[in-house]
T-cell receptor, first 118, second 111 residues
Framework: GAVVSQHPSWVICKSGTSVKIECRSL??????MFWYRQFPKQSLMLMAT?????????EQGVEKDKFLINHASLTLSTLTVTSAHPEDSSFYIC??????????????FGPGTRLTVT | QQQVKQSPQSLIVQKGGISIINCAYE??????FPWYQQFPGKGPALLIA?????SEKKEGRFTISFNKSAKQFSLHIMDSQPGDSATYFC??????????FGKGTMLLVSP
């Protein structure tokens, strides 16, 4: 199956600093990637849709200036949490579709990144 | 109209039993219905998915039943094992649009 990786798997940062999370599709190309946030014992909350070569589409209520998304290539999307605060602490998960290789609607998820802001 | 309602919230099944999780949707335009399995601290893994042109799909011990008229679909896990203990999410989408997730079901399979 299609593999999506994330780096780092966990990160601790101080309040006010910025953190970058990488999402890579390892064995397929993805014109579209998605970023989710998940709180403990809750469902996945879509933050934004990342489109290669164009601006990301953010969900209502998600601050685009705080959560910067860059989809610079067909295999890499990055999420930068700027000026992080403790309330940004969460589990961030990316996903991708194999839209280039004739894939269907399947969406494959990365292993997630645990962000803790102190 | 974008909601996907999932039940039960939690489920305890004895080893060897059948686990059944149900989902109901409202948007009749949805045409893709996947199930994901998530272990603590990990990302969701695609388990099985179905399109509305079939009423059932089976992969190993996992079966999706789909009822288009009732706008419901369910996941059946046969011969449930302790290793199946995880959180299961149903989802739905229209074509290549974003997935709408249910709230999840925590399954515990007792030894």
């Amino acid at each position: 199956g299609a593999v999506v990786s994330q780096h780092p798997s966990w990160v601790i940062c101080k309040s006010g600093t910025s953190v970058k999370i990488e999402c890579r599709s390892l064995d397929f190309q993805a014109t579209t990637m998605f970023w989710y946030r998940q709180f403990p014992k809750q469902s996945l909350m879509l933050m934004a849709t990342s489109n290669e070569g164009s601006k990301a589409t953010y969900e209502q209520g998600v601050e685009k200036d705080k959560f910067l998304i860059n989809h610079a290539s067909l295999t890499l999307s990055t999420l930068t949490v700027t000026s992080a605060h403790p309330e940004d602490s969460s589990f961030y998960i990316c996903s991708a579709r194999d839209t280039m290789g004739g894939g269907g609607y399947e969406q494959y998820f990365g292993p997630g990144t645990r962000l803790t802001v102190t | 109209q974008q909601q996907v309602k999932q039940s039960p919230q939690s489920l305890i099944v004895q080893k060897g039993g059948i686990s059944i999780i149900n989902c109901a949707y409202e948007n009749t335009a949805f045409d893709y219905f996947p199930w994901y399995q998530q272990f603590p601290g990990k990302g969701p893994a695609l388990l099985i998915a179905i399109r509305p042109d079939v009423s059932e799909k089976k992969e190993g011990r996992f079966t999706i039943s789909f009822n288009k008229s009732a706008k419901q679909f369910s996941l059946h896990i046969m011969d449930s094992q302790p290793g199946d203990s995880a959180t299961y999410f149903c989802a739905a989408s229209k074509g290549y649009s974003t997935l709408t997730f249910g709230k999840g079901t925590m399954l515990l399979v007792s030894p």
